[in-house]
């Protein structure tokens, strides 16, 4: 525990990428593979199922820090940190311990789960007890479930790398999927070879970079495969030793979620991996991303969710083929392979004629083993200017725009640039006002960033989008101290602020909606710019607004 | 409410009625007490100025060449049309006050800002008991708890030290008056030579000038080109980082002096690699201390914690009330990193207009009485 908060501090205390990586591998190589283990499992983010309600937690430390409620509430208001509040409240400590990370975790941590709460307070006050501030502050975030200390998961792998000698991607796949923190668990992922198959295994997604020069850059169009950016849940579907199952880019198995998809993998062959898209889909037609999160937003998914909205996965990639990870060859031959494995003669559309969705896409050639699996589309063209035309169309296709893949590219780990790219269309825009603010959380915490927007609505204002982002830094300053000193009102940490400041924001795409008090929800808000040489009463009103609905195909 | 009110918030800042005259201002008035030299309390464009003697020189490189300002040793009472003035120590920076206005018995402190832990570039906090106290709240909630300064300047001194055996240089930000000076009072000057930026050097000058011990330091712009700096200590103001200036010092690690530096979130979104828990502001238990300790039955919070504090003394028994004041307290200091393009023009790298020796007679001419 003594190592371990000392690694944090160190990666705390630096804003240096090499530096942190030299921690890690410091720890990494004086700790035992228990205590290791455990380590690669908190700073990869991933944290055990709840072992105490937090409110029994907050009660437990107002009583320890001998405050009123509010003030406590005050306090973590100001640090945006529940672990982080807790330790800076709590009295001196006097005491710090030196027992391991496995120590600590083992006896005292994982058993809180199910105990009494009498026992809970009994043990949580006798780690405070013994433990010195900063140790608490790390007992507590592995407590709250919520240890993040500003490593990703790129800089846990090159640590890992370095300490074991193997390829940063062999480290990633082995991190990949459920695992146990054991010693063993350690040993195997720093070992020279395993021959452990879990056969749960995923393969690290490889991610776009946004395109944002002139496309002219890339060189010959022949040499790209360009397809539609589809608004879905990119997953990887895993067929192996006769059981399926589907990942999430966020590392989460979602298998249950999606049983029909699960059900229809059984007619693919074992030793199949499948990198996609869950879209929500009906007939020919994607339906609007919102109805897919209603769906996972259900635990339980019935009959009739699955018959409101139907999903498929357009499939982009084929990372395992016969059991064999074909992830370094050419994008070209796993596309030749994904199609022949899905019995589909090359899928694609005429952006001559952009009726993608009604034809192409339910054409004869189209027609697979299943409707459940679809080949991603390919749009030909003979040119960027064609390129750039087709992208244009991405709205009505209710796509996002193009993704861009050199033909020759293997299927890289994590987010790189050079190969693969994002082009999106241009997002919409609307002038909105600010209404409420509230504070942001880490290193947010003392400022007032997250904002919600409302436009005109017969007069009124009405609530129309929450963003956090886009802003500089000065800015975030300058509404800050607007916030500060133009507060109507306060609903606990959310301040009613006069509504005078008007900002352009951006969003990605627009939708119907029941649950919002304007009727509309819009994707991925952000502010795009500070309008203020525009006074509040010329912002967008709720018609202009909802007049972009008709600019989609929201059938 | 028997209790006269000594000083009300008016437009312009704090003023008391009876005597005519306005506390720290911040829109510009005929007679202006000036509690310390800091920019959020000590503005240019009144008439006539009241200061502690011992902050002269500091308050000169603020308010515009030739400004009238008197200035009065602390605890020496004037009357000012029947109401008695005094200045007491607030401990905060070199002539810091705080303000002690009696009329009819009746006994009003305004603290400014202030701190009690020593500081060995100003004098002590002084108690003063008063019957209504007015003061700052900058770190009014229960998670500001400073450590022992002796602690806290040895992680500095392990840090320089550190970092001089990596081969780099320390560059060391905090606010220009005050941090500054009490920072390079703290350091161990004997880890390596010191360099300033012109904001620190210029009021440097003025601290030397008023009598106040500091190590040597050197002007970093005054050094040739190519002058190695690893090991050294320089010693910034915050809005010096992420200027072309730091370009200046190679490979560096960057730490930021401030009580904010307590609460994790603001040292990250400083893009700093240490932060040190070193304010001169009072701490939560500090600010209760001295509340309780002055006798007031009354509490008026200016800045800070405000709404927090005073329901905090309400739910003691204290009654206590605020005033919406322009004073930041050390709020500026958690400004995220700025850009290059907007360094205060106030702490720009230039030591020039050292403090004005120049027209002190018009003090003498125009007197704040």
Redesign the interface.
């Known amino acids: 525990m003594r190592d371990f908060t000392n690694l944090f501090i160190a990666l705390?205390?630096?804003?240096?990428t090499n530096e942190k990586v030299a921690a890690m591998k410091r720890y990494l190589e004086s700790a035992t593979p228990a205590d290791a283990a455990w380590a690669i499992y908190f700073l990869t983010g991933r944290k055990p199922k709840q072992l105490m309600q937090i409110p029994k937690l907050v009660s437990l430390a107002i009583a320890a820090?001998g405050?009123?409620d509010?003030?406590f509430a005050?306090?973590y208001d100001?640090?945006?940190?529940m672990a982080?509040?807790i330790a800076?409240?709590l009295p001196?400590s006097t005491k710090s311990t030196n027992q391991s990370l496995s120590e600590w975790v083992e006896n005292r941590l994982l058993p809180l789960r199910g105990a009494t709460e009498q026992a809970q307070y009994e043990a949580v006050l006798s780690a405070w007890e013994e433990l010195n501030e900063s140790q608490r502050f790390i007992w507590n975030k592995l407590l709250t479930g919520a240890f993040r200390v500003?490593v990703s998961q790129q800089l846990v792998i090159r640590a890992l790398s370095q300490v074991s000698n193997l390829e940063p991607a062999v480290v990633a796949h082995r991190l990949m999927g459920t695992w146990e923190p054991t010693p063993e668990f350690y040993t195997r992922l720093v070992a020279p070879e395993t021959d452990d198959a879990d056969i749960s295994r995923p393969y690290p997604f490889y991610l776009a970079y946004p395109f944002e020069s002139e496309p002219e850059s890339l060189g010959d169009v022949h040499e790209w495969q360009a397809e539609w950016k589809w608004d879905g849940i990119r997953s990887q579907l895993i067929r192996r030793g006769g059981q399926s199952f589907i990942w999430s880019r966020g590392e989460e198995l979602i298998s249950e979620r999606f049983p029909e998809l699960i059900e229809e993998s059984n007619i693919l062959p074992n030793g199949t991996v499948i990198d996609g898209e869950i879209l929500p889909w009906k007939e020919a037609n994607v339906l609007p991303f919102s109805q897919l999160q209603m769906r996972i937003g259900r635990k339980n998914v019935s009959k009739k969710m699955m018959e409101d909205v139907p999903v498929i996965i357009m499939a982009y990639d084929l990372l395992e083929f016969e059991g064999v990870d074909i992830r370094d060859r050419p994008l070209s031959e796993r596309r030749e392979l994904l199609e022949r494995l899905l019995r589909g003669l090359s899928c694609s559309a005429d952006p001559q004629q952009m009726t993608l969705t009604e034809r192409d896409l339910s054409a004869p050639s189209c027609q697979r083993i299943s409707t459940r699996f679809r080949i991603s589309p390919t749009v030909e063209v003979d040119s960027w200017e064609a390129m750039a035309e087709a992208r244009g169309n991405a709205r009505t296709l209710n796509v996002e725009g193009l993704m861009l893949k050199r033909l020759s590219s293997p299927y890289k780990v994590g987010r790189q640039r050079g190969d693969w790219w994002k082009w999106k269309v241009n997002p919409f825009t609307m002038d909105a006002v600010l209404i409420y603010a509230q504070r942001g959380?880490?290193?947010?915490?003392?400022?007032y960033t997250d904002y919600t927007f409302g436009i005109w609505d017969n007069g009124k204002l009405v609530p129309v989008a929450k963003a956090y982002s886009g802003l500089?830094?000065?800015e975030?300053?300058q509404v800050d101290l607007f916030v500060r000193q133009n507060t109507l009102e306060k609903f606990g940490p959310v301040r009613t602020v006069k509504p005078e400041l008007v900002f352009e924001l951006a969003f990605e795409g627009i939708a119907k909606s029941t649950r919002h008090k304007s009727g509309i929800a819009v994707r991925f808000p952000r502010m795009l710019r500070w309008r203020q040489d525009k006074p509040a009463d010329e912002a967008d009103t709720l018609e202009t607004v909802a007049a972009l609905l008709d600019s989609q195909n929201n059938s | 409410m028997a209790a006269q009110e000594l000083v009300k918030l008016t437009d312009a800042g704090l003023y008391c009625e009876a005597g005519d005259f306005y506390i720290d201002p911040w829109r510009p008035v005929g007679r202006a007490i000036i509690t310390h030299a800091h920019s959020d309390h000590a503005r240019p464009g009144n008439t006539h100025y009241l200061a502690a003697e011992p902050g002269i020189k500091l308050l000169e490189t603020r308010l515009e060449p030739g400004s009238s300002i008197q200035t009065v040793p602390y605890g020496e009472q004037l009357t000012v049309k029947g109401v008695k003035v005094s200045l007491h120590s607030a401990g905060h920076v070199l002539g810091s006050a705080q303000v002690r206005i009696e009329k009819d018995g009746e006994i009003w402190v305004i603290s400014g800002d202030y701190k009690i832990e020593p500081d060995a570039t100003c004098a002590p906090f002084e108690l003063v008991r008063c019957h209504t106290f007015i003061t700052e709240s900058t770190f009014g909630?229960?998670?500001f708890?400073w450590r022992p300064q002796e602690e806290i300047f040895d992680e500095i001194n392990n840090w320089w030290r550190g970092n001089k055996e990596a081969g780099k240089a320390s560059v060391l930000f905090g606010y220009a008056l005050g941090k500054a000076q009490r920072i390079l009072s703290g350091v161990d000057a004997e880890i390596g030579p010191i360099y300033t930026h012109g904001a620190v050097e210029r009021l440097n000058a003025a601290y030397r000038a008023s009598g106040v011990d500091l190590p040597d330091t050197t002007y970093a712009a005054t050094m040739p080109r190519g002058t190695k700096y690893s090991g050294s200590l320089i010693v910034a103001p915050p809005s010096a980082q992420a200027t072309p200036w730091m370009r200046t010092f190679g490979t560096v690690?960057t730490a930021f002096a401030s009580g904010?530096m307590?609460?994790?979130?603001?040292?990250?979104?400083k893009?700093?690699?240490?932060g040190f828990v070193l304010s001169d502001h009072a701490d939560w238990a500090a600010l209760n201390h001295v509340i309780r300790e002055t006798g007031a039955d009354h509490v008026i919070v200016t800045h800070g914690?405000a709404a927090?504090m005073v329901?905090?003394l309400n739910?003691k028994g204290i009654r206590a009330s605020s005033f919406s004041t322009e004073f930041e307290g050390e709020r500026e200091e958690?400004?995220?990193?700025?850009?290059e393009s907007?360094t205060n023009e106030d702490e720009t790298d230039s030591p020039e207009s050292t403090p004005a020796e120049s027209k002190q007679e018009s003090n003498i001419v125009e007197r704040f009485l």
Not at chain 1, 12 to 16: P, Q, S
Not at chain 1, 441 to 447: A, D, F, N, P, V
Not at chain 2, 262 to 269: D, K
Not at chain 2, 334 to 339: H, K, N, S
């Open positions: 705390d205390e630096t804003n240096k820090a405050l009123p509010w003030l005050e306090s100001a640090t945006g940190d982080e509040t800076l409240l001196e500003g959380s880490g290193k947010r915490s003392t400022w500089t830094d000065e975030i300053r | 909630l229960p998670i708890r690690s904010w307590r609460i994790r979130g603001t040292r990250r979104a893009a700093i690699d240490r914690y927090e329901r905090w739910e958690l400004q995220p990193a700025r850009t907007d």
